[in-house]
């Protein structure tokens, strides 16, 4: 039977690929391209008419400061929050891989809080912050706890990047410990035979083998920080004073409860555009970086 | 290469899948009702969350009786947010209960004419777009300062008497005698955005002598705020409610469940709000004697013996081809049958504690806010309300009057934001 046709790999496609394409179509291409059109509408989110205005949207988006500063308050999180997720993560994947006792309990355990949903998790924390952390603060004299972060600029961004690291902290370390896992014992009892301490093991064979961890782990946090949504409107929703609306949130909020459609689609649109560029250049210097044993 | 490549397609096609993902987070709402198989089916968007459970009982009493099947819905949205929700998706509720602002916005391409409907003549309140009548009133509400009446006595000895105390001057000095007999602070504040902008400030707007004259003098730019009477009055009863505010140190941090339960027992005496917080206070163990009183005013205009407010969440019937003949008539039933029917009347004043918004509906069992509230509107002290602000005016504004809250601005500067805001708003036809 000739395999080379296109018929034959066609079908071979749709076998395999067929029904997942369509989906993918279906509830990501399509509505990206509509979307993409509708930027260039002043549709008001209600309205039946979609009147079209060419790129007016866009100029309305670069002229929206609070836009900008809702972007550069979401790099400025992510950059912080990225960092420490993965410094959390990375540490406790170590110490649950190092056979320490009961490790699968703490694996299990650092894993729960990604197990609760955004909103969820906001509304406990917004209570340990307000009432949990600022009654103990009274009750022990501790100053800084005495009065709550939330009510505060810096101590709310503070708060939301606290929040995120122990919620991804969790799901990072379980890829991080599967990187440990494959690093094969052989390199390290050879490393260790030539002499090294753990810390040189660690820093000169474990990490560069699991390069490929770090990449993922990367990729799925700095998306995930840059699209902060849930978290955000639960534990702070854009208080004290919208000093801690995030991009989507604005995105949202333009679109939906100021009624400006066309505006909020195509900030979205380049909120979209810098998280591409920054996935798409992280992955391609952490595959630079890969090496194999 | 290649590999380099497909990686990257990858790539960019999770982000595109998790950008797809971050722009539809809106709720779905939560559904629930009756499931009487047979007849008509209707969907009702209730917006009230206090009385969801009632509603709820309600439809499924209703189905029973008369055979249509009624499902209410409820969402935590925003209600504009959630009709835009709805509408985008072109899957419209039977009846919508939505604010004022919306009627307006949606009432030309969305809602039914009910101009015919028999309960028109029994309303002073309901919406007319372009000469018809589109919002069915579900009740009347109205803003001003609850007071906790049993708390206060038991420090002054005397009957409170809210008219005693309708200058900013009497006022202060009733807090002083409170402070004086051992109530360490005794007035809470809102920090939400929409009761510092959409109600607090609101009043600003509401009692010049002409409301919309003012707001286009807004728009236009060539209103001084900072020097208008009326925004000095009330700014200078804000500031005496920060003064003696309980959370003082750290105002934007109040909770408001926690600042209804000190006003429900007692703990403060005073908190601006509205007839609708009696849904959070009742929760509580509320005291015996409250109610609410106008905004104290150092003023000889007369709005400091007012409440401020009117009509407010309007029914709709939603005008697209996606509602059949008989589900529109069914709605229309369901709409007369709340003011026209004894269960219908019951269900409004006493299984919701609403101010009946109807002339022929009587209402005996209220809860001692909406007393009040309905004791102003009987006499005829209502100041109504301004219902064309434009969509981001509690948001934006809001979070410049908490800034002010906080201490991070002054009254100029606060001034300054609000101006500022209005005149690089496009005004909002109607």
């Not at chain 1, 909020?264 to 992955?283: N, T």
């Not at chain 2, 002073?124 to 009347?140: L, N």
């Not at chain 2, 005291?287 to 401020?308: A, H, R």
């Not at chain 2, 008539?329 to 504690?353: M, P, Y």
């Amino acid at each position: 039977m000739n395999t080379n046709t296109m018929s034959y790999k066609t079908k071979q496609f749709l076998m395999f690929a067929g029904v997942t394409t369509f989906i993918f179509c279906a509830v990501v291409i399509v509505p990206f391209i509509y979307g993409l059109y509708l930027t260039f509408t002043s549709w008001d989110g209600v309205s039946v008419s979609k009147p079209f205005v060419g790129l007016a949207n866009y100029a309305a988006t670069f002229k929206d400061g609070a836009f900008w500063q809702a972007l550069l308050r979401t790099a400025i999180y992510s950059v912080i929050s990225v960092i420490l997720v993965n410094v959390v993560a990375f540490i406790l994947a170590f110490l649950v891989t190092s056979g320490v006792k009961g490790q699968n309990f703490f694996r299990a355990g650092f894993f729960v809080p990604n197990l609760i949903g955004g909103i969820v998790l906001g509304y406990i924390w917004k209570f340990v912050f307000n009432r949990a952390f600022v009654s103990l603060g009274n009750a022990l004299s501790i100053g800084f706890l005495s009065t709550s972060w939330l009510a505060t600029t810096n101590g709310a961004m503070l708060c939301l990047i606290i929040v995120s690291v122990w919620q991804y902290a969790g799901y990072m370390m379980l890829i991080y410990v599967a990187g440990f896992m494959s690093v094969s014992n052989d390199v390290i009892e050879a490393a260790k035979i030539d002499g090294c301490t753990n810390m040189q093991t660690i820093v000169h064979i474990s990490v560069p083998l699991m390069v490929s961890s770090f990449v993922q782990c990367l990729f799925l946090t700095i998306t995930r920080c840059f699209m902060v949504y849930d978290v955000n409107l639960s534990l702070t929703n854009g208080e004290p004073f919208n000093s801690s609306v995030m991009a989507a949130m604005h995105v949202y909020n333009t679109a939906f409860t100021y009624k400006d459609y066309g505006t909020g689609q195509a900030e979205a649109l380049v909120l979209f555009i810098v998280c591409a560029i920054v996935g798409v250049l992280q992955v391609y210097i952490g595959k630079k970086a890969e090496v194999s044993a | 290469m290649k590999k380099k490549f497909l990686s990257i397609a990858l790539t960019a096609a999770m982000v595109l899948s998790l950008a797809a993902c971050g722009g539809s987070s809106a709720d779905t709402g939560s559904g629930s009702g009756s499931s009487s198989g047979g007849g008509t089916a209707i969907t009702i968007f209730n917006s009230k969350s206090e009385i969801q459970d009632a509603f709820v009982e309600l439809a499924e009493e209703y189905s029973k009786e008369k055979g249509v099947n009624v499902e209410v819905y409820y969402s935590n949205d925003t209600v504009a947010a959630h009709m835009a929700t709805k509408y985008a998706a072109n899957d419209p509720y039977t009846i919508s209960m939505v604010d004022a602002k919306d009627v307006y916005s949606l009432g030309p391409e969305h809602a039914l004419d009910l101009s015919d409907q028999d309960w028109v003549k029994n309303t002073d309140y309901a919406i007319s777009v372009d000469g018809q009548v589109k919002g069915f009133p579900v009740c009347i509400e109205a803003r001003g300062v609850m007071y906790n009446a049993s708390a206060i006595e038991a420090i002054t000895g005397k009957e409170f008497n809210p008219d005693d105390y309708k200058t900013l001057d009497a006022f202060t000095a009733l807090l002083d005698e409170l402070v004086a007999g051992g109530m360490e602070a005794p007035v809470g504040i809102m920090k939400e955005d929409w009761s510092l902008a959409a109600h607090y400030f609101q009043e600003i707007y509401e009692e010049q002598d002409d409301p919309e004259a003012f707001i286009q003098s807004l728009y236009a730019g060539t209103a001084d705020l900072a020097n208008n009477q009326k925004f000095n009055d009330m700014m200078d009863t804000f500031d005496v409610l920060m003064k003696y505010n309980y959370a003082a140190g750290q105002p934007v941090a109040a909770e408001r469940e926690v600042s209804e339960q000190k006003l429900a027992e007692g703990e403060i005496a005073f908190m601006f709000g509205g007839n609708w917080d009696w849904s959070l206070i009742k929760d509580f163990e509320p005291s015996e004697k409250m109610g609410m009183m106008p905004v104290p005013q150092n003023t000889t205009d007369g709005s400091n013996e007012k409440l401020v407010g009117g009509g407010s969440k309007y029914f709709f019937i939603d005008s697209s081809s996606n509602i059949s003949a008989e589900q529109v008539q069914a709605a229309k039933d369901f709409l007369n049958w709340l003011v026209n029917d004894e269960a219908g009347n019951k269900f409004l004043t006493e299984r919701c504690a609403l101010v009946p918004a109807f002339s022929n509906i009587s209402a005996d069992a209220l809860d001692p806010l909406s007393f009040s509230v309905k004791s102003y509107a009987d006499a005829g002290k209502l100041i109504d309300n301004y219902n064309y602000d434009p969509d981001d005016h509690y948001s934006k504004v809001g979070a410049s009057m908490q800034k002010y809250l906080a201490g991070q601005i002054d009254r100029a500067g606060f001034a300054a934001e609000v101006e500022s805001y209005w005149s690089s708003t496009t005004p909002v036809e109607h």
